[in-house]
């Protein structure tokens, strides 16, 4: 049992969180800026699903909506 491939995950930083979501916002053609990353940070859920999720819905409401993502167009989300 003990010969198979082990990985070691740990928890991201919120620096790491900031690069990850912005990584993911730039692959749909997002552009997001800190100030905005750190205002959903700060209110939100703080775990990457719930993060990756709350992107989705932003990205859809944003594309439906044609406005980018701000803080404004956050707040009209809640």
Known sequence: ???G???HLHTLSDDDK???IRNRARLRGIEMSD????YVLNRYARNM???LTLLDKMDNESFLK?????IP???SLE
């Open 66 to 70: 044609q406005r980018q993502i701000t």
């Open 73 to 75: 167009f956050i707040r």
């Open 49 to 51: 699903q719930a993060l």
């Open 1 to 3: 049992l003990g010969s």
């Open 35 to 38: 100030e905005v990353v750190r």
């Open 18 to 20: 900031m690069v990850a």
């Open 5 to 7: 491939l082990a990985y």
